[in-house]
Antibody
Framework: QLQLQESGPGLVKPSETLSLTCTVS????????WTWIRQSPGKGLEWIGS???????YYNPSLKSRVTTSLDTSKNQFSLRLRSVTAADTSVYYC??????????????????WGQGILVFVSS | DIQMTQSPSSLSASVGDRVTITCRAS??????LNWYQQKPGKAPKLLIY???NLQSGVPSRFSGSGSGTDFTLIISSLQPEDFATYYC??????????FGPGTKVDIK
């Protein structure tokens, strides 16, 4: 059974960089997209960005200038870096697998499974 | 950006009730619509993908339908473990995946 676990600091100072890692167990990171999503009371669920096992990435346009995602196939991990954080970046951050399937020309995709989430506060 | 709305924002229901939740997209998303269930303090869990495909392991009392801009999630007979918040999510626009604001189902 595939499991994901986020790790990283729970407190980040304003203007600094938020760095999180997602460790995947019970399956290989190869062959899939992997994604970061966050949830705050004020903004609901927000997709941050996804990274393919080959390293290609795509990001939420509103965060693109501050986000980097990467993965390490040798460790079965992928990571998120969000630069220049403010209080508005305080959220629960989730990692998830982002499967895609092609069915008669349609390319469905979804987020499953998710990690348990990690609460990150941005405060001095 | 494709905006997702849900109605109602919350509802109260009893065990055994049939529950219907509606999701609307601001433009056609064909059948690229997913549904998730989230319980307090837990991560969202995929219920349905592609508007109507039940994820493996999800009880058959959950069903989804719709295409274009209007979608429905139905719980045919509400069970105690189904009290949660439900979110729709469009996977059509790969530039920006977006979620609905959620529908909270609580006990009447």
């Amino acid at each position: 059974q595939l499991q994901l676990q986020e790790s990283g600091p729970g407190l980040v100072k304003p203007s600094e960089t938020l760095s999180l890692t997602c460790t995947v167990s019970g399956g290989s990171i190869s062959g899939y997209y992997w994604t970061w999503i966050r949830q705050s009371p004020g903004k609901g669920l927000e997709w941050i960005g996804s990274v393919y096992y080959s390293g290609s990435t795509y990001y939420n346009p509103s965060l693109k200038s501050r986000v980097t995602t990467s993965l390490d196939t040798s460790k079965n991990q992928f990571s998120l870096r969000l630069r220049s954080v403010t209080a508005a970046d305080t959220s629960v951050y989730y990692c998830a697998r982002h499967p895609w399937i092609t069915d008669y020309g349609d390319s469905y995709n979804w987020f499953d499974p998710w990690g348990q989430g990690i609460l990150v506060f941005v405060s001095s | 950006d494709i905006q997702m709305t849900q109605s109602p924002s919350s509802l109260s229901a009893s065990v055994g009730d049939r529950v219907t939740i509606t999701c609307r997209a601001s433009q056609s998303i064909r059948s690229y619509l997913n549904w998730y269930q989230q319980k307090p303090g837990k991560a969202p869990k995929l219920l349905i993908y592609g508007a109507s495909n039940l994820q493996s392991g999800v009880p058959s009392r959950f069903s989804g339908s719709g295409s274009g801009t209007d979608f429905t999630l139905i719980i045919s007979s509400l069970q105690p473990e189904d009290f949660a918040t439900y979110y729709c999510q469009q996977s059509y626009s790969t530039d920006l995946f977006t979620f609905g604001p959620g529908t909270k189902v609580d006990i009447k």
